[in-house]
């Protein structure tokens, strides 16, 4: 897959996931599932060495800002690191291919983020230096809920599914996902 | 017909009143102006004096021991008094909040062997005096059995003073400490 080229904006890092997975773990954040992100700091190493420095530790201080495009084709989540390292960036999530990660990182309110480049697969790169995130229920919750329902409406759509049979699929798949997505490592 | 263009004395004494009239409605003004700043003060300080708690929780997590029945939450808390009264905590409330809704409050442990030595702690009630804090280590016990079936989705902690006066803060993820879980060796024939 190409790097998209990753540009500044107000001088803040445009950082691309490149790869994304759900880590369940027994004992762990009581075995609910995680979302995790990889995401392309190649052109970026500080933001590589932020993370790396930051995975160490046992706490830190974050603020995050949700935001979105004029379209609403991409979700942005602003993180500005206090300790233990000072850093900002910006991760861009695409709204119709990221939508379960959106979804379970609203869901859960954590998320796992680790550096990586255009190609890294979690399975292959699980002994990399990771941060697990708290994220605050913020107002932009609501926001991004809908540009996800609208995503989902979309896809559907896409798939051919008529419109008289849209209400029903999307309330089956809604079942099958929150059932899944409730699921527990205990 | 002569129309007088001369001053009279009852002209300057009416100009005389109409000055002083100005100058006492731009006093006036003032007046007000200053007795809203003294209202505001007032006011703040009338609110100070109301109890106002703020809570921070800086640490938590699950002691889990294999050979317990109960698993153990510790959160290391800091509770400040904004107020200009002090102030008396009487109640530290854990509620997990699960899935399907249910809200699950843990008891306050009295268990004294397996807490941490170096942690000290939140003593109830603990007096809070005007504008200061104070830090310690709340421990609550949950069945093990009941851990296993409830799915936490937040801790929310509330502390409670004397006015009932309420001030609460939550955790998403609490990381667990597990004791006793080595794997054994299979002993060798």
Same mark, same amino acid.
Not at chain 1, 76 to 81: D, K, N, S
């Given at each position: 897959m190409?790097?998209k ?8 890092p ?33 933001? !590589?060495?932020?993370? %790396? +420095?930051?995975?160490?530790?046992? /706490?830190? &201080? ?5 935001g979105?495009?004029k379209?609403?084709k ?6 500005e ?11 861009v999530?695409e ?9 379970v ?17 979690i399975?292959?790169?699980l002994?990399?230096? !990771?941060?697990?995130? %708290? +994220?605050?229920?913020?107002d932009? /919750?609501? &926001?991004?809920?809908q540009?996800?329902?609208?995503e ?12 008289r ?14 059932s899944?997505t409730?699921?527990?490592?205990k | 017909?002569v ?7 009852s ?14 409605a ?17 006011k703040k300080i ?22 317990e ?8 808390i ?34 004294e ?22 830090a ?25 003073d ?12 609490v990381?667990?400490?597990?004791h ?10």
């Amino acid at each position: 897959m190409k790097s998209k080229k990753q540009t500044k904006v107000d001088n803040i890092p445009m950082l691309t996931i490149v790869s994304n997975a759900l880590v369940m773990q027994k004992n762990f954040a009581d075995g609910r599932p995680i979302p995790l992100i990889i995401i392309d700091t190649t052109e970026y190493t500080e933001v !590589r060495r932020a993370i %790396e +420095l930051h995975a160490g530790t046992n /706490e830190g &201080e974050v603020n995050f800002t949700w935001g979105r495009t004029k379209d609403s084709k991409y979700i942005t989540l602003v993180v500005e690191a206090i300790s233990p390292v000072e850093i900002k960036y910006m991760i861009v999530f695409e709204a119709n291919m990221h939508c379960s990660v959106l979804d379970v990182i609203l869901k859960t309110r954590l998320l796992y983020i680790q550096a990586g480049e255009v190609g890294d697969k979690i399975s292959r790169k699980l002994d990399s230096p !990771r941060i697990l995130f %708290e +994220l605050p229920i913020t107002d932009f /919750e609501s &926001e991004i809920k809908q540009i996800l329902e609208k995503e989902k409406v979309k896809s559907f759509k896409r798939m051919n599914v008529k419109k008289r049979d849209l209400k029903k699929v999307i309330k089956g798949f809604d079942a099958e996902w929150n059932s899944f997505t409730a699921k527990r490592f205990k | 017909m002569v129309v007088s263009t001369s001053i009279e004395v009852s002209d300057i004494v009416a100009m005389i009143a109409c000055v002083i009239s100005i100058f006492c409605a731009f006093f006036s003004l003032w007046q007000a102006k200053t007795a809203k700043k003294a209202y505001d003060l007032q006011k703040k300080i009338y609110l100070d004096g109301f109890s106002h708690l703020e809570l921070n929780i800086r640490d938590s997590f699950v002691y889990d021991d294999k050979n317990e029945e109960k698993l153990f939450i510790f959160f290391g808390i800091v509770v400040n008094n904004l107020s200009d009264k002090q102030t008396s905590i009487k109640k530290c409330v854990l509620s997990l909040l699960c899935e399907e809704d249910v809200i699950y409050k843990p008891s306050l442990s009295e268990k004294e062997d397996c807490f941490y030595k170096e942690l000290s702690k939140f003593e109830i009630p603990q007096n809070l005096g005007a504008h200061s804090s104070h830090a310690g280590w709340l421990k609550y016990e949950v069945s093990r059995e009941i851990y296993m079936k409830i799915n936490i989705n937040t801790f929310v902690v509330c502390v409670e003073d004397i006015h009932g006066v309420r001030a609460l803060d939550n955790a998403v993820f609490v990381r667990e400490e597990l004791h006793n879980y080595e794997i054994e060796k299979a002993n060798q024939s």
